[in-house]
Antibody
Framework: QVQLVQSGAEVKKPGSSVKVSCKAS????????ISWVRQAPGQGLEWMGG????????NYAQMFQDRVTITADDSTSAASMELTSLRSEDTAVYYC?????????????????WGRGTLVSVSS | EIVLTQSPATLSLSPGERATLSCRAS??????LAWYQKKPGQAPRLLIY???NRATGIPARFSGSGFGTDFTLTISSLEPEDFAIYYC????????FGGGTKVEIK
């Protein structure tokens, strides 16, 4: 079973940027979309955007459109998410997640395989 | 953006009882709705996709139903490990999640 291994926790200052990485272990991205979802303390889940590793085409949620960049390298099954102009409200656990694949079909926006999450803390 | 509203916010039940969770969409999402279980310190776990299909390895006590704007997740008989927060999520348009329902031990 493929696992997604994420980079470690980060502490950032307001106004700075953070880049979180994600790599498939024991498998590949398997032609599915890689998304990033975050959860702030005590809050719900928020989809930030996703990328089709084979083509490099990325799509972003409107609220993050101006601040997030998602990239991926299909040959190495690695992906990353960069968030700029950080503010305290960006303090959250950031998850890398792969779409659900079953019976030869992949459902891009069904989130099956999740990384363990990366805590990003933004504080002055 | 499609808004998903989950109810109730909290459900207090005992092990062995039936849990019924609701998710309502601000516009039709066809059957493109999924359910996830979230426990503290853990990543979410996919339970149901496309309204009624159980994901790989999900026990039969979890079932989903609905179409259009109204959806239900049912846990037929609560096991101790089922006490958690449950989120619905649509993929009819760019993905959005509901606010969650906490299933707690009564």
């Amino acid at each position: 079973q493929v696992q997604l291994v994420q980079s470690g926790a980060e502490v950032k200052k307001p106004g700075s940027s953070v880049k979180v990485s994600c790599k498939a272990s024991g498998g590949t991205f398997d032609n599915s979309v890689i998304s990033w979802v975050r959860q702030a303390p005590g809050q719900g889940l928020e989809w930030m955007g996703g990328i089709i590793p084979m083509s490099g085409q990325a799509n972003y949620a409107q609220m993050f459109q101006d601040r997030v960049t998602i990239t991926a390298d299909d040959s190495t099954s690695a992906a990353s998410m960069e968030l700029t102009s950080l503010r305290s409200e960006d303090t959250a656990v950031y998850y890398c997640v792969r779409g659900y694949c079953s019976g030869g079909a992949c459902y891009d926006w069904v989130f099956e395989i999740w990384g363990r999450g990366t805590l990003v803390s933004v504080s002055s | 953006e499609i808004v998903l509203t989950q109810s109730p916010a909290t459900l207090s039940l005992s092990p062995g009882e039936r849990a019924t969770l609701s998710c309502r969409a601000s516009q039709s999402v066809s059957n493109y709705l999924a359910w996830y279980q979230k426990k503290p310190g853990q990543a979410p776990r996919l339970l149901i996709y496309d309204a009624s299909n159980r994901a790989t390895g999900i026990p039969a006590r979890f079932s989903g139903s609905g179409f259009g704007t109204d959806f239900t997740l049912t846990i037929s008989s609560l096991e101790p490990e089922d006490f958690a927060i449950y989120y619905c999520q649509q993929r009819s348009h760019w993905p959005t999640f509901g606010g969650g329902t906490k299933v707690e031990i009564k």
